[in-house]
């Protein structure tokens, strides 16, 4: 059988790579302007988002979050927040970009572009966090291998 756990484990150790090239290319925006390099670079971030991100969340949320829900819903509400707090970011992530394109050395853009970088990072890493360390423990040790079933099922 697969775990879905630790498929979700892989996917957060590559998002977390991501983020931390998501914030790197933000500071060099910030700093120099936005240059074609930059330009891939915040690309290749964005479309990781919505293209791995985003289905992520969406298997969390229709595999993994109904079975928990079934012993407590405290957790899942907190993070389909953060999903929802992600969508809204990204979303701003592609307006910064835009303005970006048109004006690549506009001080305002660099910066409203840096910064919803910086939460979005921060929101995803602590996001991760509280999955990885406090929800997927939990997961582990009380859903039985027939409820990991029904969530890797759910997830394919």
């Known amino acids: 059988m697969h ?29 120099i302007g936005l240059n074609n390099k930059l330009l891939k670079q915040l690309e290749g971030s964005l479309q990781f988002i919505e293209e791995e991100v985003m289905v992520h969340n969406l298997k969390e949320e229709k595999a993994l979050f109904p079975v928990i829900e079934k012993f407590v819903e405290g957790p899942t509400i907190s993070l389909k927040d953060d999903h929802a707090k992600m969508f809204k970011l990204y979303k701003k992530l592609i307006r910064s970009l835009k303005v970006l394109k048109e004006l690549p050395n506009d001080l305002v853009s660099r910066t409203e572009l840096f910064d919803a970088s910086n939460e979005i990072v ?9 999955e990885n360390y406090i929800l997927f423990p939990l997961v582990k040790k009380f859903l039985s291998k027939k409820e990991l079933k029904e969530v890797f099922s759910k997830m394919i």
């Open 3 to 31: 775990d879905p756990i630790a498929i979700f484990l892989k996917e957060h150790d590559e998002a977390l790579l991501h983020l931390e090239k998501l914030k790197r290319t933000a500071v060099e925006i910030k700093k």
């Open 122 to 130: 921060q929101l995803m890493v602590n996001h991760i966090h509280k």
